[in-house]
């Protein structure tokens, strides 16, 4: 299996990586599929979807077209493949990036114009839990991972698309605490059962936190480091951690290998794997040769800081209440009335998405008149929003974690 380095061992837990393994196990498999297809990646300048398009590109397809809004992550990525050792992978046709907003009707003009694509891979998302500290983020958020999700399969079914769809969901849609878990919950009925997807094959992810991923706190951790400036984690929660490596093999796999209509989730054991942010931060610390010194109360954290110099051993870790919006204690990737089952993958297992008793169109049109205000003489209320997903959801007016303190407030 593949190593761990020390840090990503401590990190995650474990010293191998079954994930990457498996993708080495099945690389003729993959390329296979892969292997003079047409792929389309969206969202896919960020730290997921560009591990995975190296994983993809070592396959030999034969056009991979990458759209993205960040302009700058798409020079990245292309520096990043140009610049590497290996260089761009050999046998790959045409690879192209495009900053692009996909739920653009210039992005509607791009479909109708390329020639079809084999296999279509959603990662745009707004992923962070932070993001719900108001009702417009919240709407942005719904926008994006709910409503341009059915109005791309509805592109798709104009153009009767019969390729293969996967778009990333996450562990917190599995009995969501946050409006973030719960529009990835959403999503998942949409890209199921959206009718622009009859007739093609779809599956999805959900799936840890990738450890030093773009905005993950490991990689604030670096940041604030270099920075000489205070190190903050919450007390008593715990998550999964994949590394950027093995995010991009998840998702590799759970798009191209698995049955529709699966999602794919990670064979991680809770008792041995749910790790501990707090260690974590002792374990980056100590993988720069300091030691963490906690402390409760950020004032007597700042003048610790402040007393440090270039020798010192030893470094401040702030510990935080785990009170803040859509806080979750621990992660899971199973949620209720859902069972996990063999896939005839070693390193993941698969749950069955089940089909909502609900009206899917009737909800998404809703969602979308509360983005463009309709409702409520324009004074739409987070409260409001929450209503209308617990309708659907009944369950998240009871998981959904309120709080006045949001991320914002916290170092």
């Not at 990245?76 to 761009?88: I, W």
């Not at 093609?200 to 670096?222: I, K, T, Y």
């Not at 749950?351 to 609900?358: I, T």
């Amino acid at each position: 299996m593949s190593a761990l380095d020390s840090l990503e061992r401590n990190t995650l837990n474990r010293d191998r990586s079954p994930y990457l393994d498996e993708c080495a196990a099945r690389a003729s498999e993959l390329t296979e599929r892969v292997r003079g297809k047409r792929i389309l990646a969206i969202g896919a300048a960020g730290s997921i979807g560009s591990q995975t398009v190296k994983v993809l590109l070592r396959h030999k397809p034969a056009v991979v077209q990458v759209v993205d809004v960040n302009e700058n992550g798409l020079a990245e990525l292309v520096r990043d493949l140009r610049s590497s050792p290996e260089g761009m992978p050999e046998g790959v046709g045409e690879f192209r990036t495009l900053p692009l907003d996909f739920g653009s009707p210039i992005f509607r003009q791009f479909l109708r114009a390329e020639r079809p694509f084999d296999f279509i891979l959603n990662f745009a998302a707004i992923k962070h839990v932070r993001s719900e500290k108001d009702v417009f983020s919240v709407l942005h958020m719904i926008d994006t991972n709910i409503l341009k999700q059915a109005q791309l399969l509805g592109w798709l079914d104009e153009l009767a698309w019969r390729g293969r769809y996967f778009s990333v969901s996450t562990d917190k849609a599995a009995n969501p605490s946050s409006f973030m878990g719960a529009t990835k919950r959403l999503m998942e009925h949409v890209i199921f059962h959206q009718r622009g997807s009859a007739g093609s094959e779809r599956s999805s992810a959900r799936f840890a936190n990738v450890a030093f991923s773009n905005g993950s706190l490991l990689e604030s951790f670096e940041v604030r480091l270099r920075k000489g400036q205070l190190l903050a984690c919450p007390r008593e929660i715990r998550r999964y951690f994949v590394t950027l490596q093995e995010s991009g093999a998840i998702c590799a796999l759970a798009a191209l290998l698995v049955e529709s209509g699966t999602i794919a989730i990670p064979d991680l054991n809770p008792e041995e794997n749910l790790v501990p942010l707090k260690t974590v931060a002792e374990h980056f610390l100590a993988s720069r040769g300091l030691e963490a010194v906690p402390f409760d109360n950020e004032a007597d954290a700042r003048a610790f800081l402040a007393r440090q110099d270039r020798s010192s051993r030893t470094y401040p870790l702030l510990l935080t209440p785990p009170d803040t919006v859509g806080e979750k204690p621990y992660e899971e990737f199973v949620a209720r009335g859902e069972t996990s089952r063999d896939i005839g993958l070693v390193s993941l297992k698969g749950v069955r998405h089940l089909k909502p008793d609900f009206d899917l169109p009737a909800l998404v049109e809703e969602l979308r008149a509360a983005c463009r205000g309709d409702q409520h003489n324009g004074a739409l209320s987070k409260l409001d929003v929450k209503d209308i997903i617990a309708r659907i959801e009944p369950e998240f007016a009871v998981t959904h974690i309120d709080t006045d303190m949001h991320l914002d407030q916290r170092v």
